[in-house]
């Protein structure tokens, strides 16, 4: 499976696995089906949550890497 980053964007994450969708709800992104969101990257969509990017990258690899 392909390592996650910052930079992916939402909806190409979501593409890669959309099992990973509760993992960004759980984290309070809720507005995962948003155009917009689908064209904000991991990063951008952490600073305007509030979360530390580089803990949800590695939550989402570790999910991606044991399912």
């Known amino acids: 499976m392909a390592q996650v980053s910052k930079d992916m964007l939402i909806g190409e994450l979501i593409r890669l696995d ?4 509760p993992i960004l709800m759980r984290a309070g992104m809720h507005c995962l089906g948003c155009p917009s969101a689908q064209m904000e990257s991991l990063a951008e969509a952490a600073m305007v949550h509030g ?5 949800l990258v590695a939550q ?7 399912k």
């Open 18 to 21: 959309p099992n990973v969708a």
């Open 51 to 55: 979360l530390d990017v580089d803990v």
């Open 60 to 66: 989402i690899n570790d999910f991606l890497e044991n």
